[in-house]
């Protein structure tokens, strides 16, 4: 117990600890630990962010400057991304 004000001298001016959220907090890291190789292994090489060594700031400066020098030289560029993985599209139909 540990007691909210200065005063501890009524039990109401103690607050109990909470141990379950560090055995949680224990339990997730363990987990985390044991998956975190697997999972990076099966990540596509081009994603970036979220990924322990890797930084996305590179990539974004890399297309700053190349979309810098495109329009200097006044050259259109057309830039698309497409996922279609993540798409919930029924392609069969």
Known sequence: MLAKHREPALVTNFRPIASVRL?????????????????????????????????????????????????????PVWILSLDLSKDRVDWGA
């Open 23 to 75: 055995f949680y907090k224990m339990f997730v890291y363990m987990m985390l630990r044991k998956t975190e190789l697997c999972l990076d292994s099966h990540q596509p090489e081009e994603q970036h962010g979220f990924r322990a060594g890797q930084s996305l700031e590179e990539r974004l400066l890399t297309t700053i400057f190349f979309l810098d020098k495109t329009l200097a030289a006044n050259i």
